[in-house]
């Protein structure tokens, strides 16, 4: 089992760059597929990034080239450097993980584990 907790998140104005942080505990998140997704009220939860076991990552297409997923297998660490954020990214974003080496964006709100979140505001 995984335990996960985000950080990072705040208020940027559009155009800026947040960089989200989610840190795992229990079982080696080496050994797990992990990414973000995110919900703006009133809104689907949206699959961002993933990155599995391997180090392969993919992105929503919403997010390509903006966003860059990372993970640091020493400090059990997961990352979401976000740049260029636009208003309409308002959200909180969750940390997910599940014990399959890969893992589609579609997947990441089903996933086994999540954290409890972290607000990006972003202003216009």
């Known amino acids: 089992q995984v335990q996960l907790v985000e950080s990072g998140g705040g208020s940027v104005q559009a155009g800026g760059s947040l960089r989200l942080s989610c840190a795992a505990s229990g079982d080696p998140s080496s050994s797990y597929c992990m990414g973000w997704f995110r919900q703006a009220p009133g809104k689907e939860r949206e699959g961002v990034a993933t990155?599995?076991?391997?180090?392969?990552?993919m992105y929503a297409d919403s997010v390509k080239g903006r966003f860059t997923i990372s993970k640091d297998n020493a400090k059990n660490t997961l990352y979401l450097q976000m740049n260029s954020l636009k208003p309409e990214e308002t959200a909180t974003y969750y940390c997910a993980a599940g014990l399959v080496r890969s893992c589609p964006v579609a997947w990441l709100p089903y996933m086994a584990y999540r954290g409890k979140g972290t607000l990006v505001t972003i202003s216009s």
């Open positions: 990155i599995d076991s391997d180090g392969s990552t």
